[in-house]
């Protein structure tokens, strides 16, 4: 099982405590957060960390393209992240308007959904 995995706010969010944390399911979802929030080659220090979503924001939006998304999630979030006792067990992105999508990854530590532009 998951040991305790703690996670400072990737946004650098402060509380009257300090920066904010996340603690298990929290922290995996933050993680998750930055990392499809972040395309490849944005990021200075790590240009290979990132998704390749933005090859998808002027598709029409099909089944097609929604599995072919979700393959590439599916190839790079496992090498990116890096934190062997967490398991992605799924990827469902849906279309949930013209420029937006909804992303669901259900993993060991509980489930992470997100809503993002296109």
Same mark, same amino acid.
Request: hydrophobic share 40%; net charge negative.
């Given at each position: 099982?998951?040991? =305790? *995995? *703690?996670?400072? &706010?990737?946004?650098? +969010? ?15 979802? $933050?993680? #998750?957060?930055?990392? /499809? ?5 944005? &990021? ?6 990132? $998704?390749? *979503? ?14 072919? +998304? =979700? ?7 496992? =090498?990116? *992240?890096?934190?062997?006792? #967490? ?7 849906? +279309? /949930? ?7 669901? #990854? ?13």
């Amino acid at each position: 099982m998951l040991n =305790q *995995l *703690l996670e400072l &706010d990737y946004r650098i +969010a402060l509380t009257e405590h300090g920066v904010a944390e996340h603690l298990n399911e929290e922290a995996v979802n $933050n993680l #998750i957060h930055e990392w /499809i929030r972040t395309p490849v080659g944005t &990021d200075p220090e790590r240009p290979w960390y990132g $998704n390749y *979503l933005k090859r998808f924001s002027h598709e029409p939006w099909t089944s097609n393209i929604a599995t072919m +998304a =979700q393959m590439s999630l599916a190839g790079k979030i496992r =090498q990116d *992240l890096n934190i062997p006792e #967490i398991v992605i067990k799924s990827i469902k992105i849906e +279309a /949930i308007e013209m420029d937006a999508m909804m992303i669901t #990854i259900p993993h060991s530590a509980g489930v992470y959904t997100g809503e993002f532009e296109r």
